[in-house]
């Protein structure tokens, strides 16, 4: 954001990003600041706003690299004819200017002055500019300007709504989801040896969480089912039901499947479970605890013989015989799809944020996904999984 009347608009762009899925960084050049608060925008984006190229005390890695590395998108709203003008010739002389000239991935303008500057010359050369370097220019539009003395005329901000569609279009993010009511389970359970000890496995729910998340942001309504010790906090988007055992992650699953169009478990559900576990904490003392074990329902296999309309997609985790297994377990369960993970393989690892999926359903050739991040393989997963879904 850089300084001009329109920051204010911003405040309402930030929430809905926000609102819709996205994640924002705030960079505010020094006179944005002086038109709203830095305070205002770190409580509606949830992030600390970056302003000082110089911060009392530095970041480990450079702070101008940092939105460059996390951001998807950079979007300059509104941008001044002067901060226009930095970008047009290269000058990187505050934080906000060198935020733009180290990113690589897409820029979004939204310019916004008084019609007299927007009439000038130089800016119009300048915007030009951006316009040949494939910045995307949105706006301006005519009419009036926020000073109650100022002459009508082109120069204010777009809307924040046209901004955010611009957005959209540029992310080439879909709404092909909305309409539709999806539930993902993840994260691993945990089943009591007693009230202060269980067992679990690695699951970091990481991959469930992204799936969640990508679902929200192509617009459908997402119910996550996660088992307590997933890493980190869920998804801000979707409503999320924070189960403990796999006897709860199955209730839960049951509670939400009728209603929902998808269901993808990614959860890493226990296979069994202990039948007595003590009530009181086991004493060191008494020696190795007599632990009994049953199975656990399989809560997909539940889903495939329950559904009516309902898509479903299973993950299995399988480190031997992977393709074999995963069509096997495609027949006897009666579901959609069955992603296939190995674990085993270094950039599929526990917790880690890329994985090389492998998708198998029945009406198709298994399709290799390449290693990339999860939340990249959640979106292919999307685009492969729409086949399944019905109306
Ligand atoms: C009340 C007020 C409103 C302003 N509005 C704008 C504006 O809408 N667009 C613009 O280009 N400059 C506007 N300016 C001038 C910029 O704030 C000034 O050029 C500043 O140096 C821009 O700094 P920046 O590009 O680093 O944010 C305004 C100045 C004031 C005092």
């Known amino acids: 954001m850089t300084g001009g009347i329109a920051v204010y608009k911003s405040c309402y762009l930030v929430r809905e990003?926000?609102?819709?899925g996205g994640d924002v960084c705030v960079v505010m050049t020094d006179s944005a600041s002086e038109f709203v608060s830095p305070l205002t925008f770190a409580t509606l984006s949830?992030?600390?706003?970056?302003?000082?190229?110089?911060?009392?005390?530095?970041?480990?890695?450079?702070?101008?690299?940092?939105?460059?590395?996390?951001?998807?998108?950079?979007?300059?709203?509104p941008a001044t004819?002067?901060?226009?003008?930095?970008?047009?010739?290269?000058?990187?002389?505050?934080?906000?200017?060198?935020?733009?000239?180290?990113?690589?991935?897409?820029?979004?303008?939204?310019?916004?002055?008084?019609?007299?500057?927007w009439d000038n010359p130089a800016v119009k050369d300048n915007i030009s500019i951006l316009r040949k370097r494939g910045f995307e220019v949105v706006g301006p539009e005519s009419g009036e300007m926020a000073g109650v003395n100022e002459n009508a005329g082109e120069g204010r901000m777009s809307e924040p709504d046209k901004i955010l569609r611009q957005i959209r279009e540029s992310l080439a993010v879909t709404d092909d989801l909305s309409g539709k009511s999806v539930v993902v389970t993840s994260g691993p359970t945990r089943e009591p040896i007693d009230p202060v000890r269980f067992v679990s496995n690695r699951s970091s729910g990481k991959m469930g969480d992204a799936i969640a998340k990508q679902a929200a942001?192509?617009?459908?309504?997402?119910?996550?089912?996660?088992?307590?010790?997933?890493?980190?906090?869920?998804?801000?988007?979707?409503k999320t039901f924070v189960v403990e055992t796999a006897a709860e992650m199955s209730s839960a699953v049951k509670e939400h499947f009728t209603s929902c169009n998808l269901l993808v478990m990614t959860a890493a559900v226990s296979d069994?479970?202990?039948?007595?576990?003590?009530?009181?904490?086991?004493?060191?003392?008494?020696?190795?605890?007599?632990?009994?074990?049953k199975q656990t329902e399989d809560i997909l296999a539940w889903a495939g013989q329950n559904r009516t309309a309902q898509a479903v997609v299973g993950f299995a985790l399988e480190t031997s015989n992977h393709l074999e297994g995963a069509q096997k377990k495609l027949k006897e369960k009666n579901v959609d799809m069955i992603v296939l993970n190995d674990p085993?393989?270094?950039?599929?690892?526990?917790?880690g944020d890329s994985t090389k999926l492998t998708l198998v359903a029945n009406d198709k050739a298994?399709?290799?996904?390449?290693?990339?991040?999860?939340?990249?393989?959640?979106?292919k997963l999307f685009d492969n999984i729409s086949r399944f879904l019905q109306g």
């Open 46 to 77: 949830g992030n600390p706003v970056l302003q000082d190229m110089f911060p009392e005390s530095p970041p480990e890695n450079p702070i101008h690299l940092q939105p460059s590395d996390w951001g998807d998108i950079l979007v300059i709203a």
């Open 344 to 351: 085993t393989q270094s950039h599929s690892s526990f917790g």
């Open 366 to 379: 298994p399709v290799e996904l390449p290693v990339c991040t999860k939340k990249e393989a959640a979106n």
């Open 17 to 20: 990003i926000r609102r819709q």
């Open 272 to 293: 069994w479970s202990i039948t007595n576990p003590a009530k009181s904490k086991l004493k060191k003392h008494v020696g190795e605890p007599d632990i009994q074990w």
């Open 217 to 238: 942001l192509r617009g459908a309504n997402v119910t996550l089912i996660r088992g307590r010790g997933a890493e980190g906090e869920p998804p801000a988007e979707v």
């Open 81 to 117: 004819a002067n901060f226009i003008g930095k970008l047009a010739n290269g000058i990187a002389d505050d934080l906000a200017s060198s935020v733009c000239i180290s990113f690589s991935g897409k820029v979004i303008v939204a310019p916004a002055m008084n019609p007299r500057m």
